[in-house]
């Protein structure tokens, strides 16, 4: 489940933008908290920190005795300048999830379906055909419901974060007609998932378009000279501060790539602090994590060192579990959305991107490092995707993919890391300079979930293993 330091933003946002946007107006009262927590399936504290945050930006207010109450007032021009300015500098992210959301989140739905075993399928298929009463559109509930079944916190966290970005779901009316319940008398999976595929398209690209009419018509009274566009960020929830598991990332990815070698020693605490330009106390939190994952070894007086012989992780350290809770649930959204992604990445970039991500791979198979090809291909997306909802994904995902490399270390012991991966690599690379992009992208795909399913298998036999212990 997403964490609940982030997940109170679902509620604040969606009753924001209902109030800031004249949905709910001045007297009105909102829900009871526990009709909230049942809307959106959190705490009762974590609906109060979100109404705290309303409250605090005069927007409700709130009596412990009664339902909390919209004190906001605004005329309906008012309403109107409020949407344009949330709308208009996220116009071109809000239409360009029409294709990133067939490539990121349709391969995510099309999975949740298919995991439901018949018990749930069954009660998954009665939500469709009867609907309650819910906070945000049916679409996006019909949506979470699928996602669900992966039991991937990430993926779910990835879902909230676009349904926040462009906010459209939170403007249905009580008395608007949503889309209609799934009243097909077949229920065979693939139908459903057809069918979920059809609401989304009707659902989102004509709200789209009422959207772009709204600019077109209201822009220049807010904005003359157009709106300088905001894209989409993710905020990955976690326990800790975001700023250690980056550095974390970067190291390890450092190390992969040769910036430091087995046997070094990592440069001093203020000159760390210096390079990555992070205070001395991050340094330290971030070396007494990567000491965890047997990655390092800090010495008093000398240093710390990148180990030759990966040791074991510590897994009863809070950051350690969620670190590899994040590399699991990464690793298998890349390995569900690879496929697709890199096929669009390919089929948009020039021939000279072409062959240099080509040379890429010829290099790094001469060098006998075929490891590197996970970092060289995402980082590739990243860079090159025409998809920037994608790039900022695929950036997210590569930085958490990296507190893999030590466990794939300690996994294979002796046995050489670039043995483990050559041979599909090859296949792979021959696939890329022939240019067939499907190839390439299917045997990207065929290695990911071989992966992920391997991975997931080991890293929690230890992870219940250390528990035990």
Same mark, same amino acid.
């Given at each position: 489940? @997403?964490?609940?330091?982030?997940?109170?933003?679902?509620?604040?946002?969606?009753?924001?933008?209902?109030?800031?946007?004249?949905?709910?107006?001045?007297? +009105?009262?909102?829900?009871?908290?526990?009709? #909230?927590?049942? *809307?959106?399936?959190?705490?009762?504290?974590?609906?109060?920190?979100?109404?705290?945050?309303?409250?605090?930006?005069?927007?409700?207010?709130? +009596?412990?005795?009664?339902?909390?109450?919209?004190?906001?007032?605004?005329?309906?021009?008012?309403?109107?300048?409020?949407?344009?300015?949330?709308?208009?500098?996220?116009?071109?992210?809000?239409?360009?999830?029409?294709?990133? %959301?067939?490539?990121?989140?349709?391969?995510?739905?099309?999975?949740?379906?298919?995991?439901?075993?018949?018990?749930?399928?069954?009660? =998954?298929?009665?939500?469709?055909?009867?609907?309650?009463?819910?906070?945000?559109?049916?679409?996006?509930?019909?949506?979470?419901?699928?996602?669900?079944?992966?039991?991937?916190? !990430?993926?779910?966290?990835?879902?909230?974060?676009?349904?926040?970005? #462009?906010?459209?779901?939170?403007?249905?009316?009580? +008395?608007?007609?949503?889309?209609?319940?799934?009243?097909?008398?077949?229920?065979?999976?693939?139908?459903?998932?057809?069918?979920?595929?059809?609401?989304?398209? +009707?659902?989102?690209?004509?709200?789209?378009?009422?959207?772009?009419?709204?600019?077109?018509?209201?822009?220049?009274?807010?904005?003359?000279?157009?709106? &300088?566009?905001?894209?989409?960020?993710?905020?990955?929830?976690?326990?800790?501060?975001? !700023? /250690?598991?980056?550095?974390?990332?970067?190291?390890?990815? &450092?190390?992969? @790539? %040769?910036?430091?070698?087995?046997?070094?020693?990592?440069?001093?605490?203020?000159?760390?602090?210096?390079?990555?330009?992070?205070?001395?106390?991050?340094?330290?939190?971030?070396?007494?994590?990567?000491?965890? !994952?047997?990655?390092?070894?800090?010495?008093?007086?000398? %240093?710390?060192?990148?180990?030759?012989?990966?040791?074991?992780?510590?897994?009863?350290?809070? &950051?350690?579990?969620?670190?590899?809770?994040?590399?699991?649930?990464?690793?298998?959204?890349?390995?569900?959305?690879?496929?697709?992604?890199? =096929?669009?990445?390919?089929?948009?970039? /020039?021939?000279?991107?072409?062959?240099?991500?080509?040379?890429?791979?010829?290099?790094? $198979?001469?060098?006998?490092?075929?490891?590197?090809? =996970?970092?060289?291909?995402?980082? =590739?997306?990243?860079?090159?995707?025409? !998809?920037?909802?994608?790039?900022?994904?695929?950036?997210?995902?590569?930085? *958490?993919?990296?507190?893999?490399?030590?466990?794939? @270390?300690?996994?294979?012991?002796?046995?050489? $890391?670039h043995d483990e991966y050559k041979e599909r690599i090859q296949k792979a690379a021959e696939d890329l300079h022939q240019k067939n992009y499907m190839a390439f992208a299917e045997k990207w795909e065929s290695l990911l979930k071989h992966e992920e399913k391997m991975m997931k298998s080991r890293l929690s036999n230890d992870m219940a293993a250390a528990e035990k212990e």
């Amino acid at each position: 489940m @997403l964490l609940e330091s982030g997940i109170y933003r679902l509620v604040y946002e969606y009753y924001e933008t209902r109030i800031l946007f004249g949905y709910n107006r001045y007297g +009105d009262h909102l829900p009871s908290i526990s009709r #909230i927590c049942d *809307m959106f399936q959190m705490a009762p504290a974590t609906v109060r920190n979100a109404l705290s945050v309303l409250e605090k930006k005069g927007l409700i207010q709130v +009596d412990a005795r009664k339902t909390a109450k919209v004190i906001y007032k605004s005329s309906p021009a008012g309403f109107r300048k409020n949407a344009m300015k949330y709308f208009a500098p996220r116009e071109a992210g809000i239409q360009e999830l029409c294709e990133s %959301g067939r490539l990121l989140l349709e391969p995510l739905w099309e999975e949740g379906v298919r995991r439901w075993d018949e018990k749930n399928w069954q009660w =998954f298929m009665n939500k469709l055909m009867a609907p309650s009463a819910n906070a945000v559109s049916l679409p996006v509930e019909f949506y979470y419901l699928a996602l669900l079944s992966l039991d991937n916190g !990430l993926a779910l966290n990835f879902y909230w974060e676009v349904i926040g970005y #462009i906010r459209l779901p939170y403007l249905v009316n009580k +008395d608007e007609k949503e889309i209609m319940p799934y009243t097909s008398t077949g229920s065979r999976r693939e139908n459903v998932v057809i069918w979920l595929h059809e609401q989304f398209a +009707d659902f989102y690209c004509e709200a789209v378009q009422e959207i772009k009419t709204f600019l077109r018509k209201n822009e220049k009274t807010v904005f003359p000279k157009g709106a &300088e566009q905001l894209p989409f960020h993710w905020n990955v929830y976690r326990q800790r501060p975001q !700023l /250690c598991y980056t550095m974390v990332s970067l190291i390890i990815r &450092e190390i992969n @790539l %040769g910036v430091y070698t087995a046997g070094s020693y990592l440069p001093s605490l203020p000159k760390m602090a210096e390079i990555y330009e992070v205070s001395v106390s991050t340094v330290r939190r971030t070396l007494s994590i990567l000491n965890s !994952l047997g990655l390092t070894e800090s010495y008093h007086g000398k %240093g710390t060192q990148i180990c030759t012989t990966v040791r074991s992780m510590d897994f009863s350290r809070t &950051e350690i579990r969620e670190g590899m809770r994040l590399y699991l649930e990464s690793l298998e959204v890349l390995a569900l959305t690879i496929r697709r992604i890199s =096929f669009y990445t390919l089929e948009h970039i /020039c021939e000279d991107e072409r062959r240099r991500l080509e040379e890429e791979f010829v290099k790094m $198979l001469r060098e006998g490092k075929s490891y590197r090809s =996970f970092e060289i291909c995402l980082f =590739f997306i990243e860079e090159k995707c025409p !998809l920037s909802i994608v790039r900022e994904c695929y950036g997210k995902i590569r930085e *958490m993919l990296a507190w893999g490399y030590p466990f794939t @270390l300690h996994r294979l012991k002796a046995r050489s $890391l670039h043995d483990e991966y050559k041979e599909r690599i090859q296949k792979a690379a021959e696939d890329l300079h022939q240019k067939n992009y499907m190839a390439f992208a299917e045997k990207w795909e065929s290695l990911l979930k071989h992966e992920e399913k391997m991975m997931k298998s080991r890293l929690s036999n230890d992870m219940a293993a250390a528990e035990k212990e």
